[in-house]
């Protein structure tokens, strides 16, 4: 059967059968008229990051406000900002995304209701970035221009402050001609050939130079312009390039079937720019059987990384609270590609068929309709929704390749990390782990809130804000892998040499009946004070006897800890109840020659707090137990 770009027959019916569907269409058509009636943009306004976008005082997103490009509020404290250039900046890039996605919405609307105005919309906005493509300043992410191609640092876009967003914004312009290309006159055509398209091409070339995310995305952009153009010496640089596509998979992909950076977000940002290349490689018959292979395992793979809860354990890089649905989009476009009856499809159904609302994120979100429907699941993948697929992906799982695990049963799943593949949006988190207890998340990964908030560097990104053990109040120092020495069904072990110069790891975590244990061990040879630490997503239920405390520090996020209590236990084994979600949990603290001490530390959204369990001793070897049990 000809691959399509969309199946219209099957989305009409549909849009027949279902009101949520009706309704997409209701909405998109007012955002469509809204946006493209005051469209206006001029290559005199400079984009900045949008990692610039959050308020300085709490680091909460600021709230994106299409019809003000000059002010901008806090989401949480209410703060405004105005006439400030770089938050101005990064308004210009959400507005320019949103034009991308406003193209690729009024295309679907044309092709629904053969209304002219929908097709004029795309013309004029296409045409008006096409004419000025070069008089748009090239500019990077911080802010410096450049006035050519040939003394350019790394990184920078025209439209957009990083080749990374102007290649998005392509693969979004472009979607939306695709739909509407029997229509485009040759003229409009040629232009653009020879105008964005060639100019991008030179610009984003450049910038393939290594195994990264973000070459990965110019891959895609250029892969696709050049689909879409008939221009071969695009076509053959993504596919046949020094740093080509296929390249990028076969050595930035574990054998594991993960992206090498370690961060599920960055997982799926990955194969969301390879899913579009996948589609148009299908669609104009281009053979692309690397992608075909990695994505669909990258995809099964991704699925078994889940809690049972489908909420992600979220290590290193990307947005808080992550979980399948949040990637629903990208399932919806491999399930095009895959087929309607693919393992895929049915994985996307499964993800849809859950109750858990999707967790969002704050900067370069895709379109979703009500935070359910995704663009790409209207146009792509209509029918699945009404598949009755559950898969279930409750089996503990080792992904010895990428340094982690997730051990599982009905009640208990721990996601344990015991390495890393190099520094590239690494967190210095070795053997932190994350547990989820009868559905509620006793403690998880931060991961960060966005690159411009200070808590990102301060807070999310130190040893301190991780379930691990911190030695002498800095930060881990080697970014290494880690070896798994035992994995069951209900354990798993890890050890890590040099996690500082000469200090040894070991954490063994052990899911038992109404609970798990929790051992760690560190070896140096010479004494050090070591703090292990335990960030609780609940409150203390028990009473405790306590005294004020200073912990000695005060960076690598030491700054953050406050109200600081040492524990009067008096024992050598303390018991504490928490209150975690709707659950009792205890934890019986193993105190033999340490000091127990409990904080709150800040949490992310950071005007959120955790309770941290710090237990601190001073040694040269030291052995750390925990047990948590549930009632
Ligand atoms: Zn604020
Ligand atoms: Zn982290």
């Given at each position: 059967m000809t691959y399509t770009y969309f199946d219209q027959d099957t989305l009409c019916r549909m849009i027949e059968k279902k009101e949520q569907f009706q309704n997409f269409i209701d909405v998109i058509v007012c955002e469509v008229h809204a946006f493209f009636k005051n469209f206006h943009d001029s290559p005199e306004r400079v984009s900045a990051w949008g990692h610039h976008y959050f308020c300085k005082d709490d680091g909460a997103v600021l709230i994106y406000n299409e019809n003000n490009p000059n002010s901008h509020s806090c989401s949480l404290c209410g703060k405004e900002f105005n006439n400030i250039e770089q938050l101005n900046g990064a308004w210009i890039s959400m507005y320019r995304n949103q034009a991308a996605i406003n193209l690729w919405k009024s295309a679907l609307l044309f092709k629904l209701t053969n209304n002219e105005i929908y097709f004029n919309y795309i013309m004029e906005c296409t045409a008006f970035y096409n004419r000025h493509y070069q008089q748009f300043k090239l500019h990077?992410?911080?802010?410096?221009?450049?006035?050519?191609?040939?003394?350019?640092?790394?990184?920078?876009?025209?439209?957009?402050?990083?080749?990374?967003?102007?290649?998005?914004?392509?693969?979004?312009?472009?979607?939306?001609?695709?739909?509407?290309?029997?229509?485009?006159?040759?003229?409009?055509?040629?232009?653009?050939?020879?105008?964005?398209?060639?100019?991008?091409?030179?610009?984003?070339?450049?910038?393939?130079?290594?195994?990264?995310?973000?070459?990965?995305?110019?891959?895609?952009?250029?892969g696709i312009m050049g689909l879409f153009s008939s221009n071969n010496e695009m076509i053959d640089f993504a596919f046949n390039g020094e740093y080509n596509i296929n390249r990028q998979l076969t050595e930035g992909v574990t054998a594991d079937y993960f992206w090498y950076e370690g961060s599920i977000h960055y997982n799926f940002f990955l194969l969301e720019g390879i899913v579009h290349l996948l589609h148009f490689s299908r669609l104009y018959e281009h053979g692309f059987q690397t992608g075909l292979d990695y994505v669909k395992r990258m995809l099964v793979q991704a699925y078994k990384y889940a809690f049972n809860s489908h909420q992600f354990p979220n290590p290193n890089d990307g947005w808080p609270d992550v979980n399948l649905k949040s990637y629903s989009y990208i399932y919806s476009t491999a399930a095009k590609i895959y087929g309607s009856g693919s393992q895929i499809a049915h994985m996307l159904s499964s993800i849809l068929n859950t109750d858990v609302p999707r967790g969002t994120f704050p900067l370069s979100s895709p379109y979703y309709f009500q935070n359910d429907i995704s663009l790409e699941e209207f146009l792509f993948a209509p029918a699945v929704r009404d598949k009755k697929t559950r898969i279930k992906n409750d089996e503990s799982v080792n992904f010895k390749s990428s340094y982690c695990g997730l051990v599982k049963s009905d009640d208990i799943n721990i996601f344990f990390k015991y390495g890393h593949n190099g520094p590239s949006h690494a967190h210095p988190d070795k053997m932190n782990i994350e547990a989820v207890v009868k559905g509620n998340i006793l403690t998880r990964d931060l991961s960060n809130s966005g690159y411009g908030n200070r808590f990102c560097n301060e807070w999310h990104r130190v040893s301190a804000s991780h379930n691990t053990v911190v030695v002498n109040g800095s930060n881990h120092s080697g970014f290494q892998g880690g070896i798994c020495t035992y994995f069951d069904h209900n354990a798993i072990a890890a050890t890590a040499k040099n996690v500082y110069t000469g200090v040894t790891f070991e954490r063994k975590v052990e899911i038992i009946k109404k609970g798990f244990t929790d051992h760690f061990s560190v070896y140096s040879d010479k004494e050090n004070i070591y703090d292990y630490l335990f960030h609780v997503q609940g409150t203390v239920a028990s009473p405790l006897k306590t005294k004020s405390a200073e912990l000695g520090y005060q960076d690598n996020g030491y700054q953050y800890?406050?109200?600081?209590?040492?524990?009067?236990?008096?024992?050598?084994?303390?018991?504490?109840?928490?209150?975690?979600?709707?659950?009792?949990?205890?934890?019986?603290?193993?105190?033999?020659?340490?000091?127990?001490?409990?904080?709150?530390?800040?949490?992310?959204?950071?005007?959120?707090?955790?309770?941290?369990?710090?237990?601190?001793?001073?040694?040269?070897?030291?052995?750390?137990?925990?047990?948590?049990?549930?009632?």
């Amino acid at each position: 059967m000809t691959y399509t770009y969309f199946d219209q027959d099957t989305l009409c019916r549909m849009i027949e059968k279902k009101e949520q569907f009706q309704n997409f269409i209701d909405v998109i058509v007012c955002e469509v008229h809204a946006f493209f009636k005051n469209f206006h943009d001029s290559p005199e306004r400079v984009s900045a990051w949008g990692h610039h976008y959050f308020c300085k005082d709490d680091g909460a997103v600021l709230i994106y406000n299409e019809n003000n490009p000059n002010s901008h509020s806090c989401s949480l404290c209410g703060k405004e900002f105005n006439n400030i250039e770089q938050l101005n900046g990064a308004w210009i890039s959400m507005y320019r995304n949103q034009a991308a996605i406003n193209l690729w919405k009024s295309a679907l609307l044309f092709k629904l209701t053969n209304n002219e105005i929908y097709f004029n919309y795309i013309m004029e906005c296409t045409a008006f970035y096409n004419r000025h493509y070069q008089q748009f300043k090239l500019h990077n992410k911080e802010g410096d221009q450049f006035e050519s191609l040939a003394n350019m640092a790394w990184g920078c876009g025209r439209i957009m402050p990083q080749a990374l967003n102007e290649a998005i914004f392509l693969i979004r312009m472009i979607h939306a001609l695709q739909l509407i290309r029997k229509h485009i006159p040759d003229n409009f055509m040629n232009d653009l050939k020879s105008g964005i398209f060639d100019k991008a091409f030179l610009l984003l070339r450049k910038q393939i130079n290594k195994i990264h995310n973000i070459p990965c995305w110019l891959n895609s952009a250029i892969g696709i312009m050049g689909l879409f153009s008939s221009n071969n010496e695009m076509i053959d640089f993504a596919f046949n390039g020094e740093y080509n596509i296929n390249r990028q998979l076969t050595e930035g992909v574990t054998a594991d079937y993960f992206w090498y950076e370690g961060s599920i977000h960055y997982n799926f940002f990955l194969l969301e720019g390879i899913v579009h290349l996948l589609h148009f490689s299908r669609l104009y018959e281009h053979g692309f059987q690397t992608g075909l292979d990695y994505v669909k395992r990258m995809l099964v793979q991704a699925y078994k990384y889940a809690f049972n809860s489908h909420q992600f354990p979220n290590p290193n890089d990307g947005w808080p609270d992550v979980n399948l649905k949040s990637y629903s989009y990208i399932y919806s476009t491999a399930a095009k590609i895959y087929g309607s009856g693919s393992q895929i499809a049915h994985m996307l159904s499964s993800i849809l068929n859950t109750d858990v609302p999707r967790g969002t994120f704050p900067l370069s979100s895709p379109y979703y309709f009500q935070n359910d429907i995704s663009l790409e699941e209207f146009l792509f993948a209509p029918a699945v929704r009404d598949k009755k697929t559950r898969i279930k992906n409750d089996e503990s799982v080792n992904f010895k390749s990428s340094y982690c695990g997730l051990v599982k049963s009905d009640d208990i799943n721990i996601f344990f990390k015991y390495g890393h593949n190099g520094p590239s949006h690494a967190h210095p988190d070795k053997m932190n782990i994350e547990a989820v207890v009868k559905g509620n998340i006793l403690t998880r990964d931060l991961s960060n809130s966005g690159y411009g908030n200070r808590f990102c560097n301060e807070w999310h990104r130190v040893s301190a804000s991780h379930n691990t053990v911190v030695v002498n109040g800095s930060n881990h120092s080697g970014f290494q892998g880690g070896i798994c020495t035992y994995f069951d069904h209900n354990a798993i072990a890890a050890t890590a040499k040099n996690v500082y110069t000469g200090v040894t790891f070991e954490r063994k975590v052990e899911i038992i009946k109404k609970g798990f244990t929790d051992h760690f061990s560190v070896y140096s040879d010479k004494e050090n004070i070591y703090d292990y630490l335990f960030h609780v997503q609940g409150t203390v239920a028990s009473p405790l006897k306590t005294k004020s405390a200073e912990l000695g520090y005060q960076d690598n996020g030491y700054q953050y800890f406050s109200d600081v209590q040492q524990v009067l236990s008096g024992n050598e084994d303390c018991r504490i109840t928490w209150l975690v979600g709707e659950i009792e949990i205890t934890s019986i603290i193993d105190l033999k020659d340490k000091q127990l001490y409990i904080a709150s530390t800040p949490d992310n959204p950071v005007n959120l707090c955790r309770k941290t369990i710090l237990v601190r001793t001073r040694a040269a070897n030291s052995h750390f137990a925990v047990i948590w049990l549930f009632k």
